[in-house]
């Protein structure tokens, strides 16, 4: 059995063409394409969170609505850059979000991604101390925000409060019990696999990735995983981790599918983002017993228990459905994944 989602980075552009021509129609269709998916069975809706980018960038709204509007569905990002965060203002924002929706939050945080705009973390206020990079910062924030979490009382009470206090130092509020072993690194490198293991977090690892060691994507994302994996064993945590990759899925059943992604097969790419030589997965699209094929020989996917797949949210939230839908129906139980 295998976890399945979607992730949606939340485009719109005011373009004829794009069926969310506003950050509005981008935002209640998103919560309407959540809610399609949990109708349909899907395990999760994941956004991408971008600042300065025509897409979504204030995940809490969103995530506190889609808890609202549905009872199952798991809600996550994928992923929230730290190098943004005030982590005791995330704390409390994450806290309701996860109490909405009675304990469905999963929510992927990470370094982030290159920026629309230069340095776009110090407009918020922030900067990487001395001798820190910007990097390091993020992942600074991340462990605060993990502390936090636990719940423990850290600030001293006044002693003529307004309203009476518990005995003890206290917390930020509201607390979410169980919140913290739902929180996912989202991670491009052994390294930081291994480090998100040692933080006690869930792995999320995406589309591309440091390109290590030369081999194909997929088999590079399959030994970060099993890396992952031995440092969660060696690190003596208690619960059993999850693991989530995300992938461009589409089968293709009818003339609109072909029309929008039946162009042949991709392949991997090569690039360098951030200064970092990345390999970018390949995209899969065929018919649905050339698609079976071609995902079994995805050693990254089998070992991982979560599958994101990434929807094309300017087409509309029914299309994106009926993608959905197609992965549900004529792929996932041909792979033992339902």
């Known amino acids: 059995m295998k976890k399945i989602g979607f992730l949606s980075f939340g485009?719109?552009?005011?373009?004829?063409?794009s069926g969310t021509r506003s950050a509005g129609d981008t935002l209640l269709q998103s919560i309407d394409l959540a809610v399609a998916a949990e109708e349909l069975g899907a395990d999760g809706a994941y956004f991408r969170v971008h600042h300065f980018a025509r897409q979504?960038?204030?995940?809490?709204?969103?995530?506190?609505?889609?808890?609202?509007r549905t009872k199952r569905i798991e809600i996550g990002t994928g992923v929230i850059d730290m190098r943004y965060e005030n982590p005791l203002a995330m704390v409390e924002d994450a806290g309701s979000a996860d109490l909405i929706s009675g304990g469905r939050l999963q929510l992927g945080i990470s370094r982030g991604s290159p920026e629309q705009v230069i340095d776009g973390w110090r407009h918020f206020g922030y900067a990487p101390r001395d001798g820190e990079s910007d990097a390091d910062m993020g992942r600074r924030h991340a462990e605060v925000f993990l502390d936090l979490l636990d719940g423990?009382?850290?600030?001293?009470?006044?002693?003529?409060?307004?309203?009476?206090?518990?005995?003890?130092?206290?917390?930020?509020?509201?607390?979410?019990?169980g919140l913290r072993e739902r929180?996912?690194?989202?991670?491009?490198?052994?390294?930081?696999?291994?480090?998100?293991?040692?933080?006690?977090?869930?792995?999320?690892s995406s589309t591309l990735k440091a390109d290590e060691t030369g081999e194909?994507?997929?088999?590079?994302?399959?030994?970060?995983?099993?890396?992952?994996?031995?440092?969660?064993?060696?690190?003596?945590?208690?619960?059993?981790?999850?693991?989530?990759?995300?992938r461009s899925i589409f089968a293709l059943v009818n003339d609109l599918d072909r029309a929008y992604f039946g162009r042949g097969e991709s392949s991997d790419q090569v690039g360098?983002?951030?200064?970092?030589?990345?390999?970018?997965?390949?995209?899969?699209?065929?018919?649905?017993?050339?698609l079976v094929e071609a995902l079994r020989a995805d050693t990254a996917i089998a070992e991982a228990d979560t599958l994101l797949l990434t929807?094309?949210?300017?087409?509309?939230?029914?299309?994106?459905?009926?993608?959905?839908?197609?992965?549900?129906?004529?792929?996932?139980?041909?792979?033992?994944?339902?």
Request: net charge positive; charged share 15%; proline share 10%.
């Open 183 to 204: 929180i996912w690194w989202g991670s491009a490198s052994d390294a930081t696999a291994i480090w998100a293991a040692q933080q006690g977090m869930n792995l999320q």
């Open 56 to 68: 979504l960038a204030s995940p809490f709204p969103l995530l506190a609505a889609v808890g609202a």
């Open 152 to 177: 423990k009382g850290f600030a001293e009470p006044n002693p003529r409060p307004m309203f009476a206090n518990p005995p003890g130092l206290l917390r930020l509020e509201p607390h979410s019990d």
């Open 272 to 290: 360098i983002i951030d200064n970092m030589r990345a390999v970018f997965g390949r995209s899969y699209a065929a018919e649905p017993e050339r």
């Open 11 to 17: 485009h719109w552009a005011p373009t004829a063409r």
């Open 311 to 338: 929807v094309p949210n300017q087409l509309g939230v029914a299309y994106n459905a009926h993608v959905i839908e197609s992965i549900l129906k004529y792929v996932a139980p041909q792979l033992g994944w339902r």
């Open 216 to 246: 194909p994507f997929h088999v590079q994302q399959a030994r970060q995983i099993r890396r992952y994996r031995q440092a969660w064993t060696e690190a003596g945590h208690a619960r059993v981790p999850r693991v989530s990759v995300s």
